[in-house]
């Protein structure tokens, strides 16, 4: 097995995916390039009126019809290459495409008249594009065995041991038994194809230098990210820690365990748990961003949306109902399939949802969470006829730490990464989301926003 796989692009699958590219579109080209050739061939005969021999038509056609034919089984087979180092790979079917090109240009050029031939030029382009994927050394070995096959046939011919194919109408005289020509043709073709491999290689080499050096960058920015994660982590829930705390003595003392409070302190006290309860909650919400930028994996499992749903519906009942706000669920499906996913991430995006809807909604206000089937997927919709959210924060909404200008006047409390975790959590499921307002609900005063969750079954 021929090893052409630099050891740096083993594990490399954009280098693999690029490989793979350019053989379709080596294979398209190659189409074309059929095309052309028939299409130069009647043109010339017909039009240009060079006179080809009844050998040089018929191999002219044969070689036309050997290079469709070829192909289209490289068409066919390309669908099984694996990219995988120690078998027949994209890079190998590179290799093989590139000898079945120049062979068949060999011949070509030799029935289109040799040395004579416009046709030569070609080698040059298939040594410029063989450079782009394989490495110096193939490249090398394809010119140098190219170059001595042009000049061994020109001698050939030369000497009289193969005959020359003239195009007539094309050249006056024949060129292939001037000695001074055939040297001169010789010695320019070998200098420009050697100067084409190695500009052409040369190029290539710097470029996949670049991309490899842009990958090792990346990952180095990746292992730093993921420590700067543990570090907040680290450091947030250490602050969590003596604000949990406060929170509970607090609790004690409004829960009038240390003796009775007057009402004037017992305000203060409400005010000060509040906003210790409020750090709390905005500590959690750095922790789970956190959480999902450090950690790619998560535990997936069969989830029954609906269960899932129902069961947030159920724990934001009496939140729901201290607002005067009525909380609705409603399961509009026809396929009630279960969806592979995380649940408790899940739960927290869909949770955190309804959440806002009824901290943002309005007094008698509405909450409806529907389930449906759409375009073979299931989706989640949150709507409600509350704040709503301006239209020039709709394209933000879904950013880290941003709120909502009208939810900035409303409430105080928040952190802004709230919906930021709840897209990170749905993408990493594989689903989109979506907001619109006005939702459809809601009215001029309080149009209302619609959250709209799309997750694939897997």
Known sequence: MIRLIPSWAHNYTEFWEAITRRNLWFIQMRYWAFLMLTGILLFSY????????SIQLIACLIISVSILTY?????YFRRYLKCEPGRINPLHFSLIQMVLDLIALLLLVYFTGGIESPLYMLFVFHMI?????LPGF???????????LLCGM?????FGVIPHHHLGGLLGVELSGNLYFVVSYMLTFGFTILLSVYLANGIAKQLYKRERDLYDSLIKINAAEKEKQKYIMGIVHELKTPLAAVSSYLDLILQKFLGPINEEVEEKIVRAKFRSDQGIGMINDVLNVSKLKLYDEFDEEDVNLA??????IRNRKVTAEAHLISLTFNDERTKKEKIRGDKFLLNLAISNLVGNSIKYGVDEGNVIVTLKNKNGGQVVEICDDGIGIPKEDLE???KDFYRSSNAKKISTDGSGLGL??????????????KVDSPSGIGSMSNPGACFTIQLPVK
């Open 129 to 133: 594009i063989g450079s782009l994927i």
């Open 307 to 312: 269960g899932l749903v129902a069961a947030i």
């Open 138 to 148: 193939a490249v090398y070995s394809m010119a140098f065995i190219s170059y001595i």
């Open 420 to 433: 930021s975790v709840v897209k990170q959590v749905i993408e990493r499921h594989g689903g989109t989301i």
């Open 71 to 75: 192909n289209s089984l490289l068409h």
């Open 46 to 53: 017909l039009v240009l009126n060079i006179e080809y021999s």
């Open 396 to 398: 933000k909404i879904f």
């Open 154 to 158: 020109i001698m050939l011919e030369y």
